[in-house]
């Protein structure tokens, strides 16, 4: 597989995750870790067939109780600060700072080994991040009494990134670990929701299908994609154009009839596609 094949296959999930939005809205009765737990054990489902189907179980001999604890606290661990972090301040401000992710990735991808950090790489990663922060921190006020959430977002921004950044040195694991990974978070999602929330089904087919359409996608399929990526492709291409999912995420619910246009969506796909194109620029010519 090529680098570029790798990066495009990384793509799939940001494309995947734009459907997030979506969605979540629509299995929005189902508590945020209850709706974890079904989503990962569906993800995990996929790759349970994926890896009998092709026969690649022989891929996962010899894999280190270390590697599946990586995996699982950075899926689970991911989540788990999130959903803290929307509870404990406000979701503008979490949201902002929770997607402080794909900037950090381009940031640290330059102390893995053979990766150059250029400044149009910098450049890049920080004009999308301006374009996606005038959508997902809209209305946006911070106060120092939501410091603790303030920190659980920093948390999950710093966990996502990590976990990424680090799968890199992993490039030699199969990417079928991830069917591990995610039935271990839909264990770890299950027992958090028993303790801290109330059970509660969609009481409607869109909500069903939400939830599963969450499973297949977004929250499944996409962490097998963003593995391969993150391990062979240019992580610093990738980590940049992450910020185009909360931009594709307000055109499909647009699209939906959720969301409405707005002279500020169009200022941000401009930042977006700008900074993008900066670093599969910067990309380019560093070869």
């Known amino acids: 597989m090529t680098r570029k ?61 270390s590697v599946y604890a ?29 997607y402080l992710w794909p900037l950090l990735i381009v940031l640290f991808s330059g102390l893995l080994p053979g990766e150059r950090l250029r400044p149009l790489h910098l450049l ?21 009494e939501h410091g603790p959430g303030y920190a659980l977002a920093l948390a999950c921004a710093l966990t996502w990134s990590g976990y990424s950044v680090i799968s890199r040195r992993l490039g030699s694991i199969s990417s079928m670990v991830v069917t591990v990974y995610c039935l271990a978070t839909a264990v770890l999602s299950t027992l958090a929701h028993l303790v801290l929330e109330d059970t509660t089904w969609p009481s409607t087919g ?11 996608g977004p929250v499944g399929a996409a962490f097998y994609v963003w593995d391969i990526g993150v391990k062979r492709g240019n992580i610093q291409l990738l980590g940049t154009a992450s910020y185009a999912a909360p931009l594709l995420s307000t055109l499909v619910l647009m699209i939906a009839g959720i969301a409405t246009p707005s002279a500020t969506l169009v200022v941000s796909a ?12 910067q990309s380019r010519q560093t070869g």
Do not use: D
């Open 206 to 216: 869109t909500g069903w299908a939400s939830m599963i359409a969450l499973g297949f």
């Open 124 to 144: 890049g990663a920080a004009l999308s991040f301006g374009g996606a922060a005038l959508i997902v921190a809209k209305g946006a006020s911070f106060s120092g």
């Open 70 to 98: 990586f995996g699982t606290v950075g899926l689970f661990g991911y989540h788990f600060l999130y959903f803290s972090a929307l509870r404990a301040a406000p979701p503008a401000e979490a949201g902002l700072i929770a």
């Open 5 to 65: 094949s790798a990066t495009a296959i990384g793509f799939v999930a940001v494309l995947l995750w734009a459907l997030l939005a979506l969605f979540t809205v629509g299995a929005s009765e189902v508590p945020p870790l209850q709706l974890n737990a079904v989503c990962f054990g569906i993800g995990g489902t996929i790759g349970v067939v994926w890896t009998t189907a092709t026969g690649r179980w022989s891929e996962l001999k010899g894999i280190t109780l």
């Open 270 to 281: 401009i930042l977006i596609t700008i900074g993008a194109g900066l670093a599969a620029y």
